[in-house]
């Protein structure tokens, strides 16, 4: 089955900065690639995705890439803000199923 | 995101209890999933389905079952073969595959239950 990485775990910026995190899979049949922002006990709430077809999607000040011969993909997020901070997710997904990297608390501070 | 529930918001389980977890969709979706999330890590895969009367285990299937015997309905038990059931469980239901539609393939997920041994 699919496997995802993500990188970093942890990963704390200065209002204003950029922030990138990297996620891997391993199912080359996979075909889309969604983030998922999820706060404090709350559900994972879809930020941006990407399909197989495109190899970059920007929306304002997130944007994700995807390189489909190195399997992996990105998102970056431009002028961050406290509000910014929240556990943020990569998945990749073939035709049958949805697989999740462990995660990435991003930390904004003001 | 409307359209997808979870009962109870939270639960709790005594020794040797099956509990029950239930998950209803009105978004006329054919794929469920069910995802545990433990404190300070990432969603694994229990069990999917893709189909009515059809499921398939994902990572971390022992202990769990279900059923599909409605479109709407994927109901999660944690059975007491489940040592460590303490966790937060996330339903979700999508399109069934992830195809040319750009609606295909999105995850919509319930607002979850967290489940808690007595």
């Known amino acids: 089955g699919e496997n995802v990485e993500q990188h970093p775990s942890t990963l704390s910026v200065q209002e204003g900065d950029s922030a990138v995190i990297k996620c891997t899979y391993s199912d080359s049949a996979s075909n889309y690639f969604p983030w998922y922002k999820q706060e404090l006990g709350k559900r994972p709430q879809l930020i941006i995705d990407i399909r197989s077809n495109v190899g970059e999607k920007k929306d304002q000040r997130i944007a994700v890439t995807l390189n489909k011969t190195a399997k992996h993909f990105s998102l970056h997020i431009t002028e961050t803000q406290p509000e910014d901070s929240a556990v943020y997710f990569c998945?990749?997904?073939?035709?049958?199923?949805?697989?999740f990297g462990a995660g990435t608390r991003l930390t904004v501070k003001p | 995101d409307g359209g997808i529930t979870q009962s109870p918001k939270y639960l709790f389980r005594k020794e040797g209890q099956n509990v029950t977890l239930s998950c209803e969709q009105n978004l006329n979706h054919d794929a469920m999933y069910w995802y545990r999330q433990d404190p300070g890590q990432g969603l694994r895969l229990i069990y999917y389905s893709q189909i009515v009367n059809d499921f398939q285990k994902g990572d971390i299937a022992e202990g769990y079952s279900v059923s599909r015997e409605k479109k709407e309905s994927f109901p999660l038990t944690v059975t007491s073969a489940q040592k460590n059931p303490t966790a937060f469980y996330l339903c979700?239901?999508?399109?069934?595959?992830?195809?040319?539609?750009?609606?295909?393939?999105?995850?919509?997920f319930g607002s979850g239950t967290q489940l808690s041994v007595l």
């Open positions: 998945a990749a997904r073939n035709n049958n199923d949805m697989r």
């Open positions: 979700a239901s999508s399109m069934r595959r992830a195809g040319r539609n750009e609606r295909s393939g999105k995850l919509f």
